[in-house]
């Protein structure tokens, strides 16, 4: 650690560099939390509103995005999709977030063999491609919203393990630790009051780019038609619909990509941005 | 050396192994069979079928016989493409995936390197910004709305180049570019962190200070430093460009291995998705073990150890 003093001059340096672009990631998040959480206040029409006048019709004033080959109402199945894609995300970097702190706190702060045993356990795991292994845990869990929530969340706890057991086992050998376990402190509280606090800046800035790959794989695999399925709907769903009338129809996949990049821009940048503020070491350089 | 390269690779069969075990046993907790989907079939022919695939067997003998199969290279007659071997569908496929990823990967180290050292070089200034905004962007840009995107404009709208399909180097254009300019943001990103890291040190200031020129500090001194944390991704970037091949090659009807497996997924033909699960953990296993190999050749102090 460095002095207090100069750390924070940087840090306030880097707070008032990083605020142009926060505005951006702030409107953008905001936006798609408020959209889920008031989708049926937001949409125009119902997301399974048939309009058998207007089939592959183009953006216009009835229909802001135009519609479906059904003539649904584009804007409102993006409204509703947006639950979808948002909730996954959300909810796979949350379990993973749980699950990869209790495996990486348990294999950092017990160490030796039961570390040595955990860790080429997650080695294993590591030999396939993320993706790939989404799938395959999607085809034991089903597919659907929870599982796809879990087989995504079952992948990206392993980033989370390794991390939190790299900071326990920073932290746990400090003096202050020390003094703490030799005042009587039990395993339980060095670990929960003392080491555990120590993670909470990197984990936050993991959460945040857990929550763009959440619904990164979630589109993925949506698109290709290994995910989310009607009736239900997501922004990879409703890509992958479009897709497949690209070269007559190109709002039906526009639209929806557009979505999903904005969403995933704002996630990464905020998460660029954060670490940045919250971890000192890492990316000192950008503030050259 | 060839100690260190002994170790790995002997741990590399046994994550092969971990894997194989893995895969049979999560195939095998799924409900259902890959043969239920279809219409009612009467039960002496399923009882057929199931003997025909050894299904009728216990549990620890389909384990067995599937593990002294893989010693051999025999992965099992495919579920659904009756007649052929999963062997043989993946010999057939995967040159196709294998040309699309080298291609994607080359693409994305010459592109990625470059706009990295540009920017890197120049800190601060408007190239520097430009860049770097632009790699955010391809960072964060889905390789399917990419893929989608490229083919929109470059082939129904200017007609470029080929839609779909696989027949020839011009085919080969869209799908690389799609699947290789996500990678090559990251690498640019990560070269210019790298870069910007070294400068700072002592010996950089060395190097200017006895009259080197630019160009000799950066090629000889800083970047060779400045590659190690890129050659330590190209490992997990091999296993990124496998993935997005499912994609990449779904999206452009690309007769390799990621648009078959998800077919296979889609047929629950088991023998196909373990066979490819397992080809692609070889994959990423080799390309780790070259990665610590080249890791090795490039740092002197990680050969002594």
Redesign the interface.
Known sequence: MSAGSSADLTFDMRARRVSGLSLFNVAVIGAVVLVALLAPLVAPYPYDAQDTDALYAAPSSAHWMGTDRLGRDLLSRLVYGTRTSLLVGLASALVALVLGTAYGAVSGYVGGTVDRLLMRGL??LY??????LI???S??VGRGVPGMILAISLVGWMTVARLVRGEILRWRERPFVEAVRASGAGHARILFRHLLPQTVGPLIVTLTFRI?AGI?AE??LS????GIAAPQTSWGSL?GE??SA??FY?HL?LFP?LA??LT??AF??LG?QLRDALDPTA?S??S? | MIRVAARRLGWGLAVLWAVATLTFVLLRVVPGGPFDAEKQLPPEILANIEAKYHLDEPAWRQYVRYIGGLAIGDLGPSFKYVGRNVADILAETFPVSFALGLVALALAVVVGLTFGIVAGERPGTGVDRAGMVAATAGVALPNFVLGALLVLIVSHRWHLLPPALWEGPRYLVLPAVTLGLGPAAYIARLTRSSLLDVAHHEYIRTAHAKGLTRGMVLFKHQLPNALMPVVTVLGPLAATLVTGSFVVEYLFAIPGMGRFFITAVTNRDYPLIMGATLLYAALLVIANLVVDLAYAWLDPRVRVE
């Open positions: 080695e294993v030999a396939l491609p993320d993706l790939l799938i395959l845990l085809i034991v763009p990164l589109s993925t698109f290709v038609g290994l890509a479009g897709w690209l070269k190109p996949i990509s999903i990049f995933m821009l990464n940048l660029d990316g350089h950008s050259s």
